[in-house]
């Protein structure tokens, strides 16, 4: 491999991260031979340079601290545990409680829509005028307001007259 072929290799986070969830078991090697259309001498050739091990084992760290390799794992496990559900469900062996247990879990993994999702017509916005056009805005969605109706208001206060020497306290 001429050195131009492995910095580019370096450089592809794709194909990195592949290698990592390949060590992560979240990916087989075939479907990485077969993604990137790898013969054995290309296998065996990246298998071997210590740079771009290096660069897998720090996408490795990465992902564990960012928590992606935690999430793709989770993923992988759900779809697996529908399968386990699938069957409780249709089993008419199973208790009824079990059963139903199932559907609802089930029902709760495919209902992914509006319902939970919130509601982003109600807004409230925060505008301070800092003076000189400067202004700091805060726009957020939130849910019901329990009084809207109040209303704060706060008039400019005049400055503070300077102490006269003579006064005393």
């Given amino acids: 491999m001429s050195n131009a072929a492995a910095k580019s290799l370096l450089d592809n986070l794709e194909l990195i991260t592949d290698f990592c969830r390949y060590s992560e078991e979240l990916l087989s090697e075939a479907a990485i031979r077969k993604k990137y259309r790898f013969d054995e001498t290309t ?3 990246l298998g071997s340079d210590d740079q771009f ?6 996408e490795k760290v990465r992902r564990v601290r960012s928590g992606a390799a935690k999430r793709e794992k989770a993923q992988q496990l759900v779809v697996k545990a529908c399968e386990v559900l699938g069957e409780i469900a249709l089993d008419p062996d199973a208790s009824p409680k079990h059963r139903i247990d ?3 879990t089930l029902d709760a993994f495919a209902d992914n829509g509006p319902a939970h999702a919130p509601d982003s017509s109600e807004r409230f916005s925060i505008v301070i005028n800092l003076g000189n056009d400067e202004k700091i805005r805060v726009s957020k969605a939130t849910g019901v307001i329990p009084n809207d109706s109040m209303t704060i208001e706060h008039a400019p206060q005049p400055p503070l007259e300077a102490k006269k020497d003579d006064e005393t306290w």
Avoid at 53 to 58: K, M, S
């Fill in 53 to 58: 091990l290096e660069a897998i084992e720090l």
């Fill in 102 to 104: 199932a559907s609802k």
């Fill in 43 to 45: 296998w065996k050739r």
